[in-house]
């Protein structure tokens, strides 16, 4: 058969459409398969999580101004699973509420191990970490590589990170807890939590060597999804092939760190779906800036989406 070039765009521009309209169709009469789309228009006021390929859990830093246990209780009606990125002072209360602390936070990513002025205060609060984990059930302890420094020696400064790292470990290890290294983006510079320009370890396969050289079973990869998409991108082949590193993920739209949502690139069910094929079926954190009138639709938004 013979067909010009503008007879096949135009048919495939219908058949795009007809492919659109059979997913809004299929969502309103609720199929499974639907229920990942990504169209802000699908997003069902009544979702809950319905599998248990993977763990939900949420940053609560990216809800402010909502309280904590308001957004905590919210998290649980939807059918989350845990909460990080909270004031260790709410650890109780979430606790009894019936959610795990997912992740638990430590020196940050400005001061960090690859400087050696910031090495015995990333050593203390490291290890003061691990410590506040054990005691509130939480296997995972975030770590970061810290910032470049002017006359800084990449080489040198990866090896006091690697040196900080497994100075501390021998206590995670002891105490069932994984330090997860987490590779941040340093393009956008549009805001604060958007990017961090000028951040070591921005990028993921650097990260990854890191991890290697550490050599513990005890410190992973925290894969963030919106990270690696603004600096390394092919996200799904870089899961498969570094699934044995990874430890904990965090998800968000690019551009702009809004919600998973047909505005921007990522195809997150297709990445979750991957994640999970490849074996990991840990905590998954959505750490995406609302941009919704309802924060919380959102949030169920993305617990639908990434729901396989």
Same mark, same amino acid.
């Given at each position: 058969m013979n067909l010009n070039r503008r007879h096949f765009f135009s048919s495939a521009a219908l058949l795009g459409a007809t492919?659109?309209? =059979?997913?809004?169709?299929?969502?309103?009469?609720?199929?499974? &398969?639907?229920?990942?789309?990504?169209? +802000?228009?699908?997003a *069902?006021?009544?979702? +809950?999580?319905?599998?248990?390929?993977? #763990?939900?859990?949420?940053?609560?830093?990216?809800? +402010? @101004?909502?309280?904590?246990? %308001?957004?905590a209780r919210h998290a649980k009606e939807i059918g989350l699973l845990g909460i990080e990125g909270i004031d260790r002072k709410y650890y109780p209360e979430v606790k009894a509420l019936g959610l795990d602390i997912s992740l638990v936070g430590s020196h940050g990513f400005g001061n960090g191990p690859c400087n050696p002025k910031y090495r015995e205060e990333v050593i203390a609060k490291l290890s003061d970490a691990? %410590?506040?984990?054990?005691?509130? =059930?939480?296997? #995972?302890?975030?770590?970061? &590589?810290?910032?470049?420094?002017e006359g800084m020696d @990449? %080489?040198?400064?990866? #090896?006091?990170?690697?040196?900080?790292? +497994?100075?501390?470990l021998p206590a995670a290890e002891k105490k069932g807890? &994984?330090?997860?290294? %987490?590779?941040?983006?340093?393009? *956008?510079?549009?805001h604060p939590m958007k990017g961090h320009p000028g951040y070591f370890g921005d990028d993921v396969d650097f990260c990854v060597d890191l991890i290697k050289r550490v050599g513990s079973?005890?410190?992973?990869?925290?894969?963030? !999804?919106?990270?690696?998409?603004?600096?390394? =991108?092919?996200? !799904?082949?870089?899961?498969?092939?570094?699934?044995?590193? !990874?430890?904990?993920?965090?998800?968000?739209?690019?551009?702009?760190?809004?919600?998973?949502d047909e505005n921007q690139e990522i195809h997150y069910p297709a990445v979750i779906r991957a994640l999970v094929e490849s074996g990991y079926n840990d905590f998954v954190a959505h750490e995406f800036i609302p941009t919704w009138s309802d924060p919380i639709l959102a949030l169920r938004h993305a617990a639908m989406v990434c729901d396989v």
């Open positions: 492919s659109a309209f =059979g997913e809004r169709s299929a969502f309103a009469a609720g199929s499974g &398969t639907s229920a990942r789309s990504v169209l +802000k228009e699908a *069902d006021p009544k979702y +809950k999580i319905q599998n248990k390929g993977i #763990k939900h859990t949420l940053m609560g830093w990216c809800w +402010k @101004p909502m309280e904590i246990m %308001e957004l691990i %410590e506040v984990a054990s005691n509130v =059930g939480c296997k #995972k302890v975030i770590t970061f &590589t810290g910032m470049r420094f @990449p %080489e040198k400064a990866a #090896k006091e990170c690697v040196e900080v790292w +497994k100075t501390v807890i &994984t330090l997860v290294l %987490e590779h941040l983006n340093s393009r *956008d510079s549009s079973p005890n410190f992973k990869l925290l894969f963030d !999804i919106y990270h690696v998409s603004i600096m390394n =991108g092919d996200v !799904i082949r870089r899961i498969r092939n570094h699934r044995e590193y !990874i430890g904990h993920i965090h998800t968000a739209g690019n551009p702009g760190r809004g919600e998973l």
